[in-house]
DNA sequence: CTAAATACTGTATATAATTACAGTATGAAT
DNA sequence: ATTCATACTGTAATTATATACAGTATTTAG
C-alpha cells in the first residue's frame, strides 16, 4: 500500500536531490526532461502517485508546490522512560528536533538526563545526551543501561559474563555492581555527546 | 556594503521562513500579500538588493527560484583568539558549523573551551560553548570577558564601577578580580549553551 | 549638494507551470 | 476475465509567475 515501486522511488529520490541541491522542488517539466518524459502528464501521474501513499502533499494551483511529507531528518527527544517500554517507543518521545551533527558518531536519539549522579563528567541534570544505540559497549564509556526496566546513564567499568559494575561520576553515590545473571541489565546505548541549555 | 536594511532583512526572514515551513521559496507575489505591497515590483526590488549584497541567487526564468547563498545559516565556530583580533575576525573562525538550535537563547557564535577553570559546571577542556554577544552580562551567568587581549570564559559574580569579580569555577583557581578603571576588560558575550563531542 | 540607494505604486506581458482530457500498453490483483 | 495500478505519449487551456518599464518619495553616502 504505502510502499513505492522502483520507477517511484526514482521520482521521489529525484525530488528530494532536487530540494537539496537547488533549495525548491522541481516541476513537472523537470522531472520530465530528468526522466526523459515526452509529456509532463507522466510526471504528474507519478506526483499523484507518490501523493496517494502519502510520500509527498501537493498544493493544488502552486508552482512547485511538492514538498515532503516524511522529512526523516529529526532525532526523537526522550524525556522520562515508561518502565518496560522500549525507549523508542512513541509514548517516551518528548518531541523530535533536528538532527543535529554534534557528534563523530552517529546519534540515534537525545535523552534527557535526570539527577546529578554523572556531575564529575560534566553532564548535569536536565542536559541531553547524545545515544548511539549500535556502538559497541566499552569498559570506560558512558553508557545508557537498563536495569530492570529502570534507565540510568554511568560509566561502565567492568564488564565479564557475572560481573558489570557501573560507576556514578559523584562521590555522593555508590557504584553499581550486578550480576547479570540474575538481574534483567540490557544496554540501550553509549554516550557520544551533550547539548546543554543555559537559559 | 553586505549589511542588510531592517526591511530587507525582514523579506530575508521571510523566504528562509516559507522555505522552512512550506518547504520552497515564496513568490513576488507571496512576499508582497505578506508585507501588504500593492504591486509584485516591490518584492522583486528587494529581491535584486538581497541578490546584490549576496543573501540570496535568484534563478531568471524560474518560478521560486529563489535560493540562500549557504553562508547564511551557519555559525562560526571560533577556536584560539589571535591577541587584539576581535573575537569574530576570520582569523580567529576555526571553521563554521551549520546553525545548531540548541539554545532558547540566539547563538552568534560557538567558542571552544580550553582548560579545565569551568569543570565544577560542567564546562570541560575542549568543549563548544555557545555564545550570545548581545545579552546583557549578569551577575551569576557565565561570561566570555576579555581582559587586555586574553580571552577567558568564566563566572561573573561581582560587577560595579571600580570592581569586577570572575569566578573560575574549580577549586584550583582563584577568582580574578579587576579594576575595570585600570585593566582593559571588555565582555564578549554570555554563555547559553554547551556542545561536547565525546569521541 | 547631488547621485545613488531604498522603498515602494501601477501596468503590462511573455513565459513558466499546473493540470485536465484523451489515449496506449503492461502487469498485478480480485 | 476484468478491473485497477503502473507507466507512459500527446495536446491544450487556464493560471501562476517573473520581470521589464515608468513613476514617486525618502534616506543615505560621497
Redesign the pocket.
Known amino acids: 500500500m504505502n510502499t513505492l ?4 522511488k526514482e521520482i521521489f529520490d529525484f525530488i528530494k536531490l532536487k530540494i537539496s541541491n537547488e533549495g525548491y522542488p522541481p ?4 522531472i ?1 526532461e530528468f ?12 506526483l499523484k ?1 507518490l501523493k ?1 501513499k502519502g510520500f509527498i502533499d ?1 498544493l ?6 511538492i514538498s515532503l511529507s516524511v522529512h526523516d531528518d529529526s532525532i526523537p527527544l526522550i524525556g522520562l522512560v515508561s518502565a518496560g517500554s522500549p525507549m523508542l517507543a512513541e509514548e517516551n518521545v518528548e518531541k523530535r528536533i533536528p538532527a543535529l551533527p554534534i557528534s563523530s558518531h552517529g546519534i540515534d536519539y537525545y535523552l534527557r538526563v535526570k539527577g546529578d549522579s554523572m556531575i564529575d563528567v560534566g553532564i548535569f541534570d536536565n542536559d541531553l545526551i547524545a545515544v548511539n544505540k549500535d556502538l559497541k559497549v566499552k569498559k570506560n564509556t558512558i553508557v545508557i543501561a537498563r536495569i530492570d526496566d529502570d534507565v540510568t546513564v554511568k560509566t561502565l567499568i567492568e564488564i565479564s559474563n557475572n560481573k558489570v559494575v557501573l560507576k556514578a561520576e559523584n562521590k555522593d553515590y555508590d557504584d553499581i555492581v550486578i550480576n547479570p545473571k540474575k538481574v534483567n541489565l540490557n544496554f540501550e546505548g553509549t554516550c557520544v555527546g551533550l547539548i546543554r541549555n543555559i537559559s
Do not use: L, V
Not at 515501486?5 to 517511484?8: A, C, I, P, S, V
Not at 526522466?35 to 507519478?46: I, L, T, V, Y
Open positions: 515501486t522502483n520507477r517511484q516541476t513537472r517539466m523537470e520530465s526522466f526523459g518524459f515526452k509529456s509532463p502528464n507522466a510526471a504528474e501521474d507519478h502517485a496517494k501537493i493544488s494551483g502552486t508552482s512547485r508546490g
